[in-house]
């Protein structure tokens, strides 16, 4: 996996620009911009019925790959918690539902006492 994921060298990255720039010149010419997603126009045929030609985007596998670079460089960037840091934050979150739910389970019960005394 570590082949698919490795960053372009500088001529790479030019190749893909003017491969990208060709693409846009030739989208221009047939009258439909790249990143609009519209049909590309044709001459109609001699019987008067146009074609619609749906416009090709990027290929899914090219996209899903750049999708995961694009996460991989994020992922670096995050400041990961401390063992200690995570076990203290975990301890602090359990304290606080048990004594939620030692208040909620107590004034379950204060309640339905009281409603037993009332309908009796």
Known sequence: MGKLLKKKTPEQKKKAREKAEVHK???????????????????????????????????????????????????KKVTWPSRRQTVGSTVVVIAFVLMVAAYLGLADKLLSSIIWMVLG
Request: cysteine-free; overall charge positive; proline content about 12%.
């Open 25 to 75: 010149d030739d989208a221009e010419k047939q009258g439909a911009s790249p990143a609009s997603g519209a049909v590309a126009k044709s001459a109609p045929p001699p019987g008067g019925v146009q074609v619609r030609q749906p416009f090709k985007g990027p290929k899914f596998w090219a996209v899903t790959m750049q999708f995961l670079r694009e996460v991989r460089m994020e992922l």
